[in-house]
């Protein structure tokens, strides 16, 4: 597909997110599996259950495009899973490598939240006001979820994180 349009460009846009949360279905459980904290299986886990939903509310969009969901396969995302994976597989200490799984999952989040923020921008530009609400409720969760990591990660008001136990590794 050329992208000789926004229109287009949102098309494939939605097309690489739809590959993108397809492939992290395949790797929040390994992940869920790899990490040792309770804390951040659970994260995993609940963040799976969600990428379901942004699948469904893609789902959505597509639909009412009348378009297919298959396009091209999301590099970006790829990458960041095998370098996860790379991660996961080095880190030998359990702290460490639920801190290493913690950075990893904040790669992509911060992948998704930028794909997501800006075809939530085209959508609010081609006029399409129902999938700007969508793709905002899925920005919105892809935020929680850092935020969340970065709990897990740095603690709260009565834990410490898991940051601090793997520094004394």
């Given at each position: 597909?050329?992208?000789?349009s926004?229109?287009?460009?949102?098309?494939?846009?939605?097309?690489?997110?739809?590959?993108?949360?397809?492939?992290?279905?395949?790797?929040?459980?390994?992940?869920?599996?790899?990490?040792?904290?309770?804390?951040?299986?659970?994260?995993?886990?609940?963040?799976?259950?969600?990428?379901?939903?942004?699948?469904?509310?893609?789902?959505?969009?597509?639909?009412?495009?009348?378009?297919?969901?298959?396009?091209?396969?999301?590099?970006?995302?790829?990458?960041?899973?095998?370098?996860?994976?790379?991660?996961?597989?080095?880190?030998?200490?359990?702290?460490?490598?639920?801190?290493?799984?913690?950075?990893?999952?904040?790669?992509?989040?911060h992948?998704?939240?930028?794909?997501?923020?800006?075809?939530?921008?085209?959508?609010?530009?081609?006029?399409?006001?129902?999938h700007?609400?969508?793709?905002?409720?899925?920005?919105?969760?892809?935020?929680?979820a850092?935020?969340?990591?970065?709990?897990?990660?740095?603690?709260?008001?009565?834990?410490?994180?898991?940051?601090?136990?793997?520094?004394?590794?």
């Open positions: 597909m050329k992208l000789a926004l229109r287009y460009l949102y098309i494939d846009e939605l097309q690489d997110l739809y590959s993108a949360e397809t492939q992290l279905t395949e790797a929040l459980p390994q992940m869920a599996v790899a990490a040792r904290n309770p804390d951040l299986k659970k994260a995993f886990r609940d963040h799976l259950d969600q990428t379901y939903g942004h699948i469904q509310r893609l789902e959505t969009i597509f639909e009412q495009l009348e378009i297919t969901p298959v396009g091209e396969v999301c590099e970006a995302m790829q990458g960041l899973i095998a370098e996860s994976q790379e991660m996961v597989d080095d880190y030998g200490d359990p702290d460490v490598r639920d801190v290493a799984l913690i950075a990893c999952a904040q790669r992509v989040e992948y998704e939240i930028a794909a997501y923020g800006a075809t939530r921008t085209f959508a609010k530009h081609l006029g399409y006001d129902e700007v609400k969508l793709l905002q409720d899925t920005l919105n969760e892809e935020g929680e850092d935020k969340l990591l970065t709990t897990i990660a740095e603690g709260g008001w009565f834990t410490s994180g898991l940051n601090q136990e793997a520094a004394h590794k």
